[in-house]
């Protein structure tokens, strides 16, 4: 019952009038915790007892931390905590993964290992969720917000289901003050709530769906079966497709959240606007990339011990965030190739600091659009990693993005495929005007009756699970 | 305010100075009506009425690109008083030319206005309803054609329920089949909510007509897309206007001997799986009552298949063939036994392991319109 599907259309509707007409607070949290534990047990059954070990864990060791008399007991429930999340993690998400690696090793020293015939389901929403309980008991030990007593609180504040499954990683100090009464829907938050719900399956079904059935997924799967032309529209527009489902998904959860009072942190802000790769990730999975800011990179360090130990942390840093992607070796070199870039451009960046040109330069429009064109052909080479097939088609993929031959015919890439990419970048212009630009009410109402026709008309037949459901 | 803009009064130079006070009282905000304060919302859901009204003021365009099979074959049939009509699953509407068999004198009189009501997929539940659809004048013949696919009791199929049936139908059919009254309740209520909206009901024609305009915008824009687009509306035409013969291409065109020359070996028929018989069979029973009701001879036509397709579920089409003749006997159904030899139907008279193609399906009309005039 994901976004995307008739059930959830029955579940959603369902909720929302049941708790818009409870009365008091215990009520109406009870209704959605229920209504969230409902959500997660229909896509993953047999894990509900992760999330709700998961949920007892923080919430005891929360309460444990804030009783704590001593420095040293209050440590030891915050070790428990995130050793606890992170032992989970580890052994549903990279068992197999260590597991083939130690056989391709005893297979290098001589040894007769066999495949491995077994694999780890992954329950729904784990990476998120997990992140989410140990941001709160770090929290809790750092000061910034006091251990929630009442037990449904903090289980709604793990399981809320628009975010459950695929973020965004919300933190404790963002949600759990909004939950003090129940909060009540706005006017406002109601438009919003629409205008973030049809832009997210539009995004989701039309833009991400199409771009994968027509390029994207033939292409990827045999790429010497396409010339260079359709390689590189295929890297541009899995590139869209991957922003398009994850944003749409993100949009659709801060949308439905906001049918229900509560505001959550948007993920995404124009990434493919970016005009460095730290300007990228201050725009893309924005709940991730300040995670991994606050609660690793900080404790590493930052940028405080020298250069070697700041470069140093930001391997970890974006190491850990690939990783915490796929427990595959693609993703692995998604991080060391997003860290790379990070130390590159912060080599770059204080290489020219002081002097007096440079900041002229960098200053106009020409820089910056050059700028531009480099980060998101960096940015998406670095997706394409993740999206190969093989190493082979990898190389392929990546010698045709890499290529010089801009004029070779256009192949057998549809029409669509331009037009879906365009529409991308122009939802990045319109954004970008968000703010200056205020539409009236009709000219948006109306450009939501065109994306409902766009979406049942012309929409895929069956939509595609969302990418980030499987992290 | 009195007092705040009025002059100072003379004062002493050891008075202090006056004392103005300005106090801002700020007028109690003006609260909104519903309507004003939800105009995004609110204007949305009425532009949606209204689109989804416009939609469905263009139902015949959207028809035309894309028809739904069972309900336009109903409405064609039911548009005239028929002499003869034939009514199966996708092997009767693959397999019978309507016109090849009309004008065929039985009992001395002509059967002039013949019609095929061929509903692919369809089983013997699905048949009863489309004769009470496409029969509001009972024929004078009623050929079914039907083979083992269509009593198979494994087999569910929610076209039916969506399109043919009434709440009257859904109410008999929970009776007559508590066994499937779920199932049949559920997607007869999914059929009735799919024609809530207009654009949902016609987005498949929506995208047709798309389609078409794109390609005449942008030829080559969405071939695929055109081609499935052109079939449906050939098709469309063909069972408006036609006799209810509306071959799929691929089976009209296809030569299932050659498939086989080619090294295809026909994979499991989903259709003959978990075989059984006798929930259907109520259905058939029900139709023949109705025919007894209306003065209608009924004819079972017992559409020959492969004889791979019979080899493979031998089991299936024995059961099968148990079932006729237990009606022929009991209930006194005339069962019409056109054989694959008989018609002289090879492998190359087939489409794939169970339809005919366009030759076959001339050689099995014309053998059964001999059978007709004996």
């Not at chain 1, 995404?268 to 606050?294: E, G, K, M």
């Not at chain 1, 080479?381 to 290529?403: P, Y």
């Not at chain 1, 890439?413 to 630009?437: D, F, M, S, T």
């Not at chain 2, 929930?279 to 009701?293: G, N």
Request: hydrophobic share 50%.
């Amino acid at each position: 019952m994901v976004f995307a599907t008739k059930a959830f259309w029955v579940f959603l509707p369902t909720v929302l009038v049941l708790y818009h007409v409870a009365r008091g607070r215990t009520h109406k949290y009870r209704i959605l915790l229920v209504a969230s534990w409902f959500f997660y047990a229909w896509l993953s059954p047999q894990y509900l007892w992760v999330i709700l070990l998961c949920t007892t864990i923080d919430y005891v060791a929360g309460i444990k931390i804030e009783d704590a008399a001593t420095d040293r007991g209050r440590r030891r429930w915050l070790a428990l905590s995130v050793a606890a999340n992170l032992g989970l993690l580890v052994a549903f998400k990279y068992t197999a993964f260590a597991y083939d690696n130690a056989v391709s090793l005893a297979r290098l020293c001589g040894a007769d290992v066999r495949d491995r015939v077994w694999d780890v389901l992954l329950p729904l929403g784990i990476s998120f969720h997990t992140f989410q309980g140990i941001s709160y008991t770090i929290d809790v030990y750092r000061g910034h917000v006091r251990a929630v007593r009442g037990a449904i609180d903090y289980a709604l504040f793990v399981a809320f289901f628009p975010q459950l499954a695929a973020g965004p990683v919300v933190r404790a100090v963002e949600f759990l003050p909004q939950m003090a009464t129940p909060p009540a829907v706005t006017a406002r938050q109601a438009a919003d709530g629409l205008h973030f719900v049809l832009l997210g399956l539009f995004k989701k079904l039309f833009v991400a769906d199409h771009l994968d059935a027509l390029v994207v997924a033939p292409v990827f799967a045999d790429p010497a079966a396409f010339g260079p032309a359709d390689h590189r529209w295929a890297c541009l527009a899995w590139a869209a497709q991957i922003y398009c489902d994850f944003s749409g998904y993100s949009d659709i959860a801060v949308g439905l959240a906001k049918w229900f009072g509560f505001e959550l942190p948007r993920n995404f802000n124009l990434p493919y606007l970016a005009t460095s790769v730290p300007d990228f990730w201050r725009r893309w999975h924005l709940s991730l990339s300040t995670w991994l800011r606050d609660y690793l990179y900080f404790p590493l360090g930052g940028s405080r011990g020298g250069a070697l130990a700041t470069y140093r942390n930001l391997m970890v840093v974006f190491v850990a965030c690939g990783l915490w992607h796929g427990a595959t070796w693609p993703w692995l070199v998604y991080g060391l190739w997003n860290g790379v870039l990070m130390c590159l451009h912060r080599a770059w960046d204080h290489g020219l600091a002081g002097v007096p040109w440079a900041a002229a330069v960098r200053a106009t429009w020409a820089w910056r659009l050059l700028a531009w064109a480099a980060t998101l052909w960096l940015t998406t080479a670095g997706l394409v990693l993740v999206r190969m097939t093989s190493w082979e088609s990898g190389a392929v993929l990546a010698r045709s993005w890499c290529g010089l031959d801009l004029y070779a015919a256009a192949g057998s890439v549809p029409v669509w495929v331009p037009a879906l990419v365009a529409l991308v970048a122009l939802g990045h212009v319109i954004g970008g005007l968000r703010g200056r630009v205020e539409l009236p009410s009709a000219a948006r109402a109306v450009a939501y009756v065109g994306i409902v026709v766009l979406l049942v008309a012309l929409g895929p037949a069956a939509g595609r699970p969302f990418i980030y459901f499987v992290f | 305010m009195p007092g705040v803009n009025s002059e100072p009064v003379a004062a002493t130079r050891l008075d202090p100075p006056p004392a103005v006070r300005v106090a801002v009282v700020a007028a109690p905000e003006r609260r909104e009506g519903f309507l004003r304060r939800n105009r995004t919302p609110v204007t949305f859901a009425v532009l949606l009425v209204v689109t989804d009204a416009t939609v469905g003021r263009f139902a015949t365009v959207w028809d035309r690109h894309s028809p739904d099979d069972y309900a336009a074959r109903v409405i064609a049939c039911a548009r005239e008083p028929r002499d003869l009509v034939f009514v199966g699953g996708s092997p009767l509407a693959e397999g019978i030319a309507p016109d090849r068999v009309a004008g065929v004198v039985r009992g001395g009189r002509e059967l002039k206005s013949v019609y095929a009501v061929g509903l692919s997929g369809a089983t013997t539940s699905d048949v009863y309803h489309a004769v009470l659809r496409a029969c509001p004048a009972p024929p004078r013949v009623l050929v079914y054609g039907l083979t083992a696919t269509d009593l198979n009791d494994a087999r569910h199929e929610p076209h039916g329920p969506h399109s043919l049936m009434t709440w009257g139908d859904l109410a008999g059919w929970v009776r007559l089949r508590p066994e499937s009254a779920e199932w049949v309740t559920r997607h007869f209520v999914q059929g009735r909510a799919g024609r809530v909206s207009n654009l949902f009901h016609y987005r498949h024609g929506i995208r047709m007509w798309a389609a078409c305009e794109a390609e005449a915008v942008l030829p080559g824009s969405s071939p695929e897309t055109v081609r499935e687009a052109d079939e449906l509306r050939e098709r469309a035409e063909l069972l408006r206007t036609g006799s209810g013969y509306a071959p799929a291409r691929g089976i009209a065109a296809g030569r299932y001997d050659a498939a086989k020359a080619a090294g295809f070996a026909p994979p499991g028929f989903p259709f003959l799986e978990k075989y059984r018989t006798g929930s259907h069979l109520k259905y058939l029973h029900k139709l023949i009552d109705w025919c007894a009701a209306g003065g209608t001879e009924l004819i079972l036509l017992d559409v020959p298949v492969t004889a791979d397709l019979e080899a493979r579920y031998a089991a299936a089409f024995a059961e099968y063939r148990g079932r006729l003749a237990d009606l022929e006997r009991d209930r006194g159904v005339r069962v019409m036994r056109v054989t694959r030899e008989t018609a002289g139907l090879t492998d190359a008279a087939f489409g794939d392991v169970i339809h005919l193609n366009r030759a076959g399906a001339a050689r099995l009309s014309d053998r059964v319109r001999t059978e007709l005039a004996r």
